[in-house]
């Protein structure tokens, strides 16, 4: 579904990404990890449209989109969440949601002025969209209040529902456990697990291990920019390279 092909980006005298190669086949849950400052969040931002590569493609779907703007990616059907929360504060958790589909909506500015029965009809659908997806993350007790006065906790899974509200085909999770506890964090990856059953493709930045050992098909580890290993769970789990990235290495050698 989506093909990374020997993907660089320099600014100025650093080297964020280096010969980036990666795929994440269909339905498929991938994992992207690496220490701080890795490159994992620049990687994803290029994937959204957010920033775009020094060299290198980037396809979706067959289709070449290292050059397309975030509004038309999201159009082709990849979505995502960020490392830094990023909901509409002072509108309601489903005002958020309702938000988030617009690119969805059919009727035109007749229809919206005349209130007319396919304006009504669309607008009914969406918000039922909206609340499902409230109610699938346990947040519709919360739909009249402020995304801003929501735990942060709930405010992660807001914007993951946000996010899937669109109905695309591939997601980017962007340290969605961030702030969780590992009760949280477990039943997240139930969610992400059902979302792939479901039919969904998803590519997930994560710094908890449980986390991405309980939902993950295959890992890459990023490291000063560049891939320094890919395979499944148990074997990025027992790799000596892997181990030194996040480890170091001690004066023999030894990680």
């Not at 600014?11 to 490159?39: E, M, R, T």
């Not at 006065?149 to 899937?164: H, K, N, T």
């Not at 920019?225 to 395979?231: D, E, K, L, V």
Request: charged residues 20%; glycine residues 8%.
């Amino acid at each position: 579904m989506l093909e990374l092909n020997h993907v660089s980006r320099s600014f100025g005298g650093l080297q964020a990404l280096k010969d980036v190669s990666l795929s994440v086949p269909d339905h498929q849950i991938i994992g992207l990890i690496g220490p701080n400052g890795a490159g994992k969040t620049t990687l994803i931002n290029i994937i959204s449209g957010l920033d775009h590569p020094t060299s290198g493609s980037i396809r979706f779907k067959d289709q070449d989109i290292h050059n397309l703007a975030p509004h038309q990616i999201a159009r082709l059907g990849i979505a995502r969440t960020y490392q830094n929360i990023r909901l509409f504060g002072e509108m309601t958790a489903l005002e958020n949601l309702l938000i988030s589909q617009h690119r969805r909506g059919k009727a035109s500015i007749l229809d919206t002025l005349i209130f007319s029965p396919r304006y009504r009809k669309e607008e009914h659908d969406l918000r039922e969209n909206a609340i499902n997806w409230l109610k699938r993350f346990d947040l519709a007790d919360a739909l009249d209040n402020r995304a801003v006065s929501l735990p942060y906790g709930d405010q992660r899974r807001l914007e993951m529902a946000r996010a899937l509200a669109t109905q695309p085909a591939l997601m980017l999770l962007d340290e969605p456990a961030a702030g969780m506890n590992p009760v949280e964090t477990h039943k997240l990856g139930e969610q992400i697990i059902r979302l792939k059953a479901e039919g969904m493709t998803v590519l997930v930045i994560e710094h908890d291990m449980s986390l991405i050992h309980q939902i993950c098909d295959a890992i890459y580890v990023l490291s000063f920019g560049q891939i320094i290993a890919h395979g499944t769970p148990e074997e990025i789990k027992n790799s000596p390279v892997v181990i030194e990235a996040y480890l170091g290495q001690d004066d023999h050698g030894a990680a």
